[in-house]
Each structure stands twice: as C-alpha cells, then as structure tokens.
C-alpha cells in the first residue's frame, strides 16, 4: 500500500476537526459548553485545504464558525477546548469562548463575531507585514452573507488599491445565517464583486480537498511573490444547522441529505482506499489517534481553572507593562 504523506494528512485533518466538532456538540447538550455554537461540520476541506499552502510566517483571521480554522492552523486542541468551556487555560483566556478564539503564537487573530468584522482588520495585518517588510500573506474567511456588508468592499478596494498581500477566502455555504444567497443579493456570482475591483478570483468546489489545497496554494504563491490580493470562492456546504439554537426551517432535508452525498471526509477516504493509500486499518488507527488526543483535550478543559471574580473587570482597560 502506497501513501502519499500529504493526502494522508489532509484527511487526517479533517477528520479531526469533524470529531472535535462533533465533541463540542455532544459537550454543549451537557452543558459543559455554554453560550453560542456554530458548527463547521461539512465545510472542513477548506479549512485544510488553504491551511496547508500557508507558511508560520503568514496570518490568519477567521469567523465566529472558527473551530476548524484554529486546528488547521496549529493552535493547540486543548486550548481550544479550554476555551470553548469558558476555562483560563483557554487560547483565550477563557473570556472568548466559541466565537473569539485567537492564538498570536500562530498568527491566528479571531474569531470574530461580527459579520465581515475580520474584513478590514485583514487589510491591517496586511498593510502591517508590508511596512514591516515581512513577506507574509494573510488569509482572511468569511461567509458569503458577509459580501453584503459595507466593510467587505472597503477591505477589497484599499487592498486592491494597496496592492496589498491578502487572499480573501469566501466559504459560501449559500444561506448567511438562514437566508438564500439569491435571496439576499442581487448578483450571486460573487467572483464578480472581487473582479470588480481588479483581482484574481476563481470559483473553488468547496467539498473537494485536492481542489481546494490546488486553488490555495496557486494564490497563495501569486500573492507572495507580488501578484497583489486574491479572492477565492469555495462552494461549500453546513451540515449542521446555522448554531446550535437554529429551528434551521428554511432549507429542505432533501437538500442537506444531497450535500450530505457529497461529504468532503468520507469522499476523500474513499478516494484514498481506491488508491491504495490507506485501508480500514489504517482508517480505524486514525479514528483512534484523533478519538485519543481529543480525549485529552476534554480532559485538559475539565481539569482547568476560572477565572477569579475579583479579576472579571481585567482587561477592560489595557494595562501598564514595567
């Protein structure tokens, strides 16, 4: 049995974020987990795919449906976990929760709660690398809902304006919140917004991997080497409902158990056992590798502290460093 190294660890990541999703969701009906919860569940070939082409050196800013990114990107299961449970072990210290994850070991700036409110501080890490001479990249998610915000056309002209070294990565997964793209915007190829404004864009098949690590790292290495933003729209799908508190009324089972037909784990593990590069042993030592260290996780979160009440106020206002 061949392996191919690289395809073992793009399945292998998104497996794991698929269990640790499923985790949370199982920790929140226990109410370990409280607050809101967005699940990425479905949408993880992105998360990995645009990870994978990125370098230490570059940043990343993400949504409140974050989980995945963070994994992908390096940030310590345990952390997340912590955090997720409101623990000061947590990446963030326990006081982001699900939505505000943020790690600045790994360049990972949110987690960001409002809707295309990662948007412009993208631009700012951008314009920031390129001041400092650092010839990073930044990669900034967001919804297709987001394209309807005022701050994603300021973002993507002074970007374009600036010349400045950001890939904007849209996850459309066509219902924002819980409205129909075509609903909610007059022009649907959203290619054409980026377009607009003198970039590259290109239509990416969101539930394909390979197609999204190819896309990815074609971008990526456009961007570095000087060719200006790039924008990538990756047709993609939520399994889940929108979070945890969504009735989820205004799409059909039939749609979802189509989309499910087309599940971007389970698609690539087929293709790498027709392939030969893993078998069900192999797959069955992978469930149990990723089933172990989210065990450590959760327990890493159990064990963890809160917060003092006496320092709930902390961090209101910044603080003095001597």
Not at 53 to 76: I, Q, S
Not at 139 to 166: I, Q, R, S, T, Y
Not at 236 to 262: C, G, I, K, Q
Not at 294 to 300: I, K, N, S, T
Request: glycine share 12%; aromatic share 10%; proline share 3%.
């Amino acid at each position: 049995m061949g392996a191919d190294t690289h395809r073992l660890d793009l399945l292998r990541g998104m497996l794991r974020i698929r269990r640790f999703e499923e985790r949370c969701a199982q920790l929140y009906q226990a109410e370990k987990i409280r607050g809101f919860l967005h699940l990425y569940i479905g949408e993880e070939a992105v998360a990995v795919g645009v990870m994978g082409a990125l370098e230490p050196r570059d940043a990343v800013v993400a949504t409140y449906r974050e989980h995945g990114h963070a994994l992908a990107r390096g940030v310590d299961p345990g952390a997340v976990m912590a955090e997720m449970y409101g623990k000061q072990q947590g990446c963030s210290g326990g006081r982001g929760g699900s939505m505000h994850l943020f790690d600045a070991a790994t360049r990972f700036y949110g987690g960001n709660a409002i809707v295309g409110g990662g948007l412009p501080l993208a631009v700012g890490l951008a314009l920031a690398d390129r001041l400092t001479g650092r010839r990073g990249v930044t990669a900034v998610f967001f919804g297709e809902g987001a394209v309807a915000e005022g701050e994603f056309h300021e973002a993507m002209n002074l970007a374009a304006l600036w010349d400045l070294p950001v890939l904007f990565n849209c996850e459309n997964n066509l219902y924002a919140m819980g409205t129909a793209l075509d609903r909610s915007e007059s022009q649907t190829k959203l290619t054409l917004k980026a377009a607009s404004y003198g970039m590259p864009a290109w239509e990416v098949d969101g539930m394909d991997v390979l197609a999204v690590d190819e896309a990815a790292r074609m971008a990526v290495e456009s961007v570095r080497c000087g060719g200006g933003p790039h924008f990538l729209e990756f047709r993609t799908y939520r399994f889940r409902a929108h979070s945890m508190f969504d009735p989820e009324l205004y799409r059909s089972r039939d749609e979802v158990e189509n989309w499910r037909s087309r599940d971007p784990v389970e698609s690539f593990k087929v293709v790498l056992m027709a392939d030969g590069e893993i078998d069900e042993e192999a797959w069955v030592a992978m469930e149990e590798e990723v089933g172990a260290e989210l065990d450590g996780a959760v327990a890493f979160a159990e064990a963890g502290t809160w917060e003092p009440e006496e320092e709930l106020t902390r961090f209101v206002y910044s603080e003095v460093r001597r």
